[in-house]
């Protein structure tokens, strides 16, 4: 029977992706809505520690000082409305001083890079290649914090720029953790603010530049996310009523595909069982002191106590005991 859709079949990585591995995200939404999914599945996941950032400048500066463990330099902090921020990161991380906020940066950059040191994995996920630059010091900002756009330059990156500052973001990393692997994603996410027609040109951009970066290192992939979104969903009901985002159902899909490329047997096997168990903890009844009730508490907690010498589930099992009547 027709399908009536193209069905994009991502295939099976070579090098999987196990249930004691440690994998780190960083970049636009989809890396939060991946690394979440992670979190909830008990994969050891460092789920974009800097907030959203979407260009790939930005997103290697991030990695920058975490690799090295450096301090974010002074003149790139900003006040605006009595909030402390910093041009390099999201304004979700910000502070009432910038002594706080200093000290929030050291601690989310060490523990980064402490994470980095034995993670096996890396996923990347670039937004747009459309920047802006300060006036001032002519350095690309991963936000401009709604400041006056007379303070800015918006330009274009090219592929060759992209693909330099990986480069130099990917030499200290290997230095720093050899066996660790990259796998690079093109965020589905429309920015239609820079009008449709250039939206296309800046994914193309970042879509080229990954392509060139998997050519040129063997322990660096690319996941089709962004080809999934548009070409094997393709369809608005997979878009949130802004018309930009996926949906949840959208990223669910994306998800799975992700999840058969790269995890392996048993990590499939624990997702599945997992998946039970969290609808059985996100369960409410009706009448909790029920034998019918309790009958349920203690079978659950009988499929936790299995999964002990795969993950840590005391929290669950806690709370689970203390329902029991």
Same mark, same amino acid.
């Given at each position: 029977m027709n399908p009536f859709r193209t069905t994009l079949n991502a295939g099976v990585s070579t090098h999987t992706i196990s249930l004691s591995d440690r994998i780190a995200t960083l970049g636009s939404c989809f890396?939060?809505?991946?690394?979440?999914?992670?979190?909830?599945?008990?994969?050891?996941?460092?789920?974009?520690?800097?907030?959203?950032?979407?260009?790939?400048?930005?997103?290697?500066?991030? %990695?920058?000082?975490?690799?090295? #463990?450096?301090?974010?330099?002074? &003149?790139? +902090? $900003?006040?605006?409305?009595?909030?402390? =921020?910093?041009?390099?990161?999201?304004?979700?991380?910000?502070?009432?001083?910038?002594?706080? %906020?200093?000290?929030?940066?050291? #601690?989310?950059?060490?523990?980064? &890079?402490? +994470? $980095?040191?034995?993670?096996?994995?890396? =996923?990347?996920?670039?937004?747009?290649?459309?920047?802006?630059e300060r006036a001032d010091t002519g350095e690309i900002v991963a936000n401009c914090h709604k400041q006056p756009a007379s303070q800015f330059r918006k330009s274009l990156l090219s592929h060759n720029q992209i693909v330099a500052s990986f480069e130099e973001m990917y030499t200290g990393l290997k230095a720093l953790n050899p066996a660790i692997r990259i796998i690079l994603t093109v965020s589905p996410v429309r920015h239609i603010k820079d009008t449709l027609e250039l939206n296309s040109v800046s994914k193309s951009i970042l879509r080229v530049a990954c392509h060139t970066l998997q050519e040129a290192y063997l322990d660096v992939v690319y996941f089709p996310a962004y080809e999934i979104q548009l070409d094997d969903l393709r369809d608005y009901r997979f878009y949130k009523s802004d018309m930009l985002h996926p949906t949840e159902q959208a990223e669910d899909?994306?998800?799975?595909?992700?999840?058969?490329?790269?995890?392996?047997?048993?990590?499939?096997?624990?997702?599945?069982?997992?998946?039970?168990i969290q609808q059985a903890l996100h369960h409410k009844p009706f009448h909790p002191a029920s034998a019918a009730h309790q009958k349920f508490l203690r079978d659950t907690l009988q499929k936790l106590e299995e999964l002990k010498s795969w993950v840590n589930v005391d929290e669950e099992i806690a709370t689970l005991r203390s329902q029991l009547q």
């Open positions: 890396a939060d809505a991946i690394g979440s999914r992670m979190s909830r599945s008990k994969m050891q996941t460092l789920a974009n520690p800097f907030g959203v950032l979407y260009n790939p400048v930005s997103m290697h500066r991030a %990695l920058r000082y975490s690799i090295f #463990n450096e301090t974010v330099p002074d &003149h790139t +902090f $900003l006040t605006h409305h009595d909030v402390f =921020l910093n041009y390099d990161f999201h304004s979700e991380i910000s502070a009432l001083s910038k002594t706080v %906020l200093q000290h929030q940066l050291i #601690n989310t950059i060490g523990a980064t &890079h402490h +994470f $980095l040191k034995d993670a096996q994995w890396l =996923l990347l996920t670039y937004g747009t290649a459309w920047v802006y899909y994306i998800w799975e595909q992700f999840a058969a490329r790269y995890f392996d047997v048993r990590l499939k096997d624990f997702i599945e069982r997992w998946k039970g």
